[in-house]
């Protein structure tokens, strides 16, 4: 019964790290129709600037928590500019370009990312530091639930309810589901929607630095390749739960995480990938509008 | 007439202004680096110097082409409507033409093996195979516009039909050769079907998981496959039971591998001026008129998927030759990257672009030793910039100009 | 005489909502048949699925080429509709841009020639002899609607009212027997709109039957032989030109109803 709450546990802090991951590509997806690759740079991206930021702290003996919050502020501020800027740089110019060619350049920006990465630090995994404290009161349960798990639980619940909010409620919310819903429409009543279009790509590239953040942490090493599975995974989740939208990502990031857990907890840890990349195909091919999406049919 | 391109104040700003973006958004990764074991922190500012200022003479080269092109625009509108046929910069000189510089070409790689040292003949067999890759690609790809990010699958199912018979039957690579591209085509087929109703980007995200799925169970299923560690001792092409010492075989190899692409090249060809190549570039511009044509979309995308796949399969059958080792590590996602970024930089459906894009991206980076190090990243940066700037790619698509009776 | 084309309870949902109303059609052969209507009454909706584009949910189609057995052809795949004799051209163009419009024209005798993978790698005598027939008969219809100079031009390259001809060579190219036009003359001048009703009466001198959209009720009344009237995804009205433009439910249709009884 432990070791199943010790799955349990895991599946939900996998589950919540997709999920600040799969926002992104259900904002951008819902938007503007474009499976965003780079995605997963941005992950990665944030993980990190987050190393940087904190071991520049360190040296200055901040204590961890505001090393952590500091390093967090960072890794969001600066995915979210390179998440900007690649959308200005790569997709800006295609739009009403053959669907194929924004995708292609989306490989092209992620390939590039990756390499930057690579060619700034380094192609070796470097260890990550632990930023999350030890929560005392944990200690009983440390067999199911460490501090991170529940830090992970609890920042992502948090940022995910402040999107929520910011989408039902605000302005910039509002007229991100105008634009969603018809881009020329949106246009024609005054909304700005080449800002729309960068406020979703700095937010979601935001949620996945945060992600990337947490769960370097949690793990404790990183590369520059990291975005690539992480992205595909969280990808994955976002058409599960039905692409475009945003609680359909939430739950197709749980659902994911928690089949990963259980699957390579009681099957075999061998094929840890291979569950997400299976899955994602099977969706793709019998139910492409994933669990919460509706179905769109081609007009003649 | 020709008035100089102005730059304006607004530009010059706004080229500074990208300038400091750049280096505010490099600041992190780019200048400062750290050593987490050793807790050192080295700080690179050259660096930051340097992506200001090469970002600031992008930016305002950009803007100045912008400005030239909007001012042509501009001139082509009061002139007469007769100059509406635009010269294509790359465009191909007729076939006649061509066929003295197709004559230096030949002989050029005819004797390259007696003239270059066999290091240089290794890498020219490799940049050959990646001919082949991007050609089958391209029957995919370019012809039918069924982006496939996964054709690296087919690749390592011909590496492993080679390694797998050779290791377990010893069977020979003549033998494997049609065996890869049948298992190969196999394959293809099997990947086909139950994408057939995907659409463009769906296709593409399933395909690559494909690919990758076939990496993780190579690299997983010991029994199978020897895992990670791969399999080694693979025969190389044999010639009649000939004992050949290492350099004889690396140069028949070459010959090989320059015959199996001039059949790709010359089996391509007679592809797309076929009336299979044609309802292929049907699905490729309009599947929806292409059905009310008569054309059963399903059979063009199975027989594009195979014929494609074939052609990886047999190319993964010579890459273990090649070799003579293979483990799931040469066959990942990058490798479909590489090989769709020549079908790219070529112009998706070009043969002769295609040809020359496999020969440049894989032979500069070995020469110029400065690039080498840089090479993925201007793989990703060629993949962006080409669909922005010629979607079509380097050589203007050329169709089969037919002799009109007059 | 027996009809071409049988359309019997044809009905079609979208969702809940119900665009194809138990819709009944019949058109003989070598007959111009329009199909008018308001915005929004079903006419594209019918055609895609004469055409197989959509699958109706309920209800039967049938095509009988005179001299030739009845061919069911609801249920059937696009591709196999137009290889049983029907073909047609879209609203908004739908030619191959980056084909030469020769090659459009060629697609469209997909239908009709066989050569596989095999013969376009060994081009054997049999297949060299049938691109041979469709590069000739391409270009004969090609020289129809005065397009063979442009034959090796790009399609995308061709002026709007040239795209609009060439759509309908390519399917004409099918052979078929009963050819849908989506409002062939939409955004033609007056100089191509006669043009264009010239290649129609040529076609039907052919023996073809030709059913088509549109909303130039001149043209309409000139040319048809016979009139459908749609409105809310039904048949209203249908008869000859002059029996349409008294009908009380088309006046009403197109008018609306307080027009009609002042």
Not at chain 2, 221 to 240: C, K, Y
Not at chain 3, 33 to 48: D, E, H, R, Y
Not at chain 3, 118 to 129: C, D, L, M, S
Request: with cysteine; charged share 15%; net charge neutral.
């Amino acid at each position: 019964m432990e070791y199943f709450f010790e799955l349990l546990f895991s599946g939900l802090t996998r589950g919540s790290i997709y999920a600040l991951i799969a926002l992104g590509y259900t904002m951008v997806y819902g938007i503007i129709g474009l499976i965003n690759f780079a995605h997963g740079e941005m992950f990665m991206i944030g993980a990190f600037t987050a190393l940087i930021a904190s071991s520049v702290l360190s040296i200055y003996h901040l204590p961890l928590p505001a090393i952590l919050v500091l390093a967090g502020l960072a890794a969001a501020v600066w995915a979210g500019a390179y998440g900007f800027t690649v959308e200005r740089l790569a997709y800006r110019p295609l739009r009403g370009a053959p669907r194929l060619a924004p995708l292609i350049s989306a490989i092209g920006m992620s390939i590039f990312l990756q390499n930057y990465v690579l060619l700034a630090q380094t192609a070796d995994f470097v260890p990550f530091p632990s930023l999350i404290p030890e929560f005392a009161f944990l200690e009983p349960y440390s067999a199911i639930i460490n501090s991170s798990s529940l830090t992970i639980l609890a920042v992502s619940t948090l940022v995910m309810t402040a999107l929520t909010l910011l989408i039902l409620y605000t302005r910039t919310g509002k007229a991100m589901r105008a634009t969603a819903q018809d881009q020329k429409m949106a246009l024609l009543v005054g909304i700005n929607v080449d800002r729309i279009i960068s406020f979703t790509f700095v937010t979601g590239s935001a949620l996945a630095a945060i992600g990337g953040l947490l769960i370097a942490s949690h793990i404790g090493q990183i590369n520059f390749a990291i975005g690539f599975i992480a992205g595909i995974k969280a990808f994955t989740a976002a058409v599960l739960g039905g692409i475009g939208s945003i609680p359909g990502a939430v739950l197709g990031s749980f659902i994911l995480g928690l089949t990963e857990a259980f699957a390579t907890g009681y099957i075999s840890s061998d094929y840890e990938d291979l569950f997400a990349f299976a899955l994602l195909v099977l969706i793709l091919i019998f139910r492409p509008a994933g669990l919460l999406g509706k179905a769109t049919a081609e007009k003649v | 007439m020709k008035s100089p391109p102005m730059l304006t104040n607004k530009d010059v700003r706004h080229a500074v202004l990208t300038g400091f973006w750049f280096m505010f958004l490099t600041f992190p990764l780019l200048v400062i680096k750290v050593n987490p074991t050793e807790q050192t922190v080295t700080w690179r500012w050259a660096n930051m110097l340097w992506v200001g200022g090469v970002s600031a003479v992008i930016a305002l080269a950009c803007r100045l082409v912008a400005t030239r092109r909007a001012g042509r625009a501009e001139l082509l509108r009061q002139m007469p409507a007769q100059t509406t046929h635009e010269l294509h910069p790359f465009a191909l000189p007729s076939r006649d033409r061509l066929i003295p510089l197709f004559g230096v070409i030949a002989l050029f790689f005819i004797v390259f093996p007696f003239v270059f040292s066999a290091y240089q003949v290794n890498i020219m067999t490799t940049a050959l195979m990646y001919v082949i890759l991007g050609l089958g690609l391209n029957i995919v790809v370019g012809f039918a516009g069924l982006l496939n990010l996964g054709y690296v699958a087919f690749y390592a199912v011909g590496a492993y039909t080679y390694g797998l018979l050779h290791f377990h039957f010893g069977l020979g690579f003549w033998a494997a050769l049609p065996i890869g591209g049948l298992l190969g085509a196999l394959f293809g087929v099997m990947l086909g079907f139950p994408v057939l109703r995907l659409r463009g980007d769906y296709l593409a995200i399933v395909t690559l998981g494909f690919g990758e799925i076939i990496r993780l169970i190579l690299e997983n299923w010991r029994e199978f496959s020897q895992g990670p560690s791969g399999i080694a001792n693979i025969a190389r092409p044999g010639l009649f039971g000939i004992d050949m010492s290492l350099e004889h075989s690396l140069v028949y190899q070459y010959y090989l591998t320059i015959a199996i692409a001039l059949l790709t090249i010359f089996v391509v060809n007679r592809l797309r001026d076929s009336r299979i190549g044609r309802a292929w570039f049907a699905l490729r511009e309009d599947d929806i008129a292409c059905q009310a044509m008569g054309i059963d979309t399903t059979a063009a995308k199975l027989t594009a998927f195979a014929l494609g796949a074939a052609w990886a399969g047999m190319a993964g059958v010579l890459f273990a030759a090649k070799t003579t080792f293979i483990n799931p590590a040469s066959f990942t996602f990058m490798e479909s990257a590489i090989i769709l970024c020549i079908v790219v930089l070529g112009g998706m459906g070009s043969i002769i672009g295609v040809v020359a894009a496999a020969l440049i991206l894989m032979l500069l980076p070995e020469y110029l030793r400065a690039v080498a190090e840089y090479r993925m990243l201007a793989f990703g940066a060629i993949l962006v910039v080409m669909m922005i700037v010629r979607p079509r790619g380097l050589t203007s698509q050329t169709r089969r100009i037919y002799h009109l009776p007059h | 005489m027996h009809p071409l084309l049988t359309v019997s309870g044809l009905t079609m949902d979208f969702g809940g909502i119900r665009a194809l109303d138990q819709v009944d059609l019949r058109i003989l052969p070598e007959k111009i048949v329009a199909l008018i209507g308001p915005n929004g009454a079903g006419k594209t909706t019918l055609f895609n699925c004469l055409t197989g584009m959509y699958r109706p949910t309920g209800g039967h189609m049938a095509l009988t080429p005179p001299g030739l057995p009845e061919r069911r052809l609801h249920g059937l795949p696009p591709y196999r509709i137009t290889a049983a004799g029907l073909a047609r051209t879209f609203q908004n163009i739908r030619l191959f841009p980056n084909m030469t419009v020769l090659e459009n024209v060629m697609v469209g005798r997909h239908c009709r020639t066989t050569a596989k993978v095999f013969g376009a790698i060994f081009r054997p005598a049999a297949t060299v002899r049938e691109e041979q027939e469709t590069v000739d008969r391409c270009l004969a219809l090609l020289e129809r609607i005065g397009l063979v100079d442009q034959a090796n031009e790009y399609a995308q390259n061709l002026p709007y009212g040239a795209q609009r001809r060439l759509e309908i060579a390519r399917a004409l190219a099918t052979s078929p027997k009963l050819l849908l036009l989506d409002e062939p003359a939409a955004g033609m001048n007056p100089q191509e709109t006669v043009e264009l009703e010239n290649l129609i009466l040529s076609i039907r001198e052919d023996g073809l039957s030709i059913l088509l959209i549109e909303h130039d009720m001149k043209l309409v009344m000139r040319l048809s032989d016979h009139i459908f009237v749609m409105d809310y995804g039904r048949m209203i009205a249908e008869g000859t030109p002059d029996e349409v433009r008294r009908h009380p439910a088309v006046i009403r249709a197109y008018l609306g109803e307080v027009e009609a009884d002042a």
